[in-house]
């Protein structure tokens, strides 16, 4: 199974940016499928961004061309690159894996406050 920490969260001004990161331990190297999601205060958890195996990636509408979702293989972290952050990017972000035989596993999630 996969153990996920995520970090580098924080209050952060309109306009600025933030990375997220995730570190995976245990059979990191089986995860063939890793996303971050998000909850907005009194919302439903939502996917942002995902990444295949094979690189390929994608971005919910409302954070195309602001967040970049890239995976570190010998770091076994996930990173969430997001620039131009609005309010209504603030939530907890969670980070999720798919590894071998499909076992899902997520983080406890780190809040991003996007206030002036």
């Known amino acids: 199974q996969v153990q996920l920490v995520e970090s580098g969260g924080g209050l952060v001004e309109p306009g600025r940016s933030l990375t997220l990161s995730c570190a995976a331990s245990?059979?990191?190297?089986?995860?063939?499928?890793s996303g971050w999601f998000r909850r907005a205060p009194g919302k439903q958890r939502d996917l942002v961004a995902d990444?295949?195996?094979?690189?390929?990636?994608y971005y919910v509408d409302s954070v195309k061309g602001r967040f970049t979702i890239s995976r570190d293989f010998a770091k076994n972290t996930i990173y969430l690159q997001m620039n131009s952050l609005k309010p209504e990017d603030t939530a907890v972000y969670y980070c999720?894996?798919?590894?071998?035989?499909?076992?899902?596993?997520w983080g406890k999630g780190t809040l991003v406050n996007v206030s002036s």
């Open positions: 245990g059979s990191a190297s089986s995860i063939y499928y």
């Open positions: 999720y894996a798919a590894s071998g035989g499909g076992v899902g596993s």
């Open positions: 990444i295949q195996s094979d690189g390929s990636t």
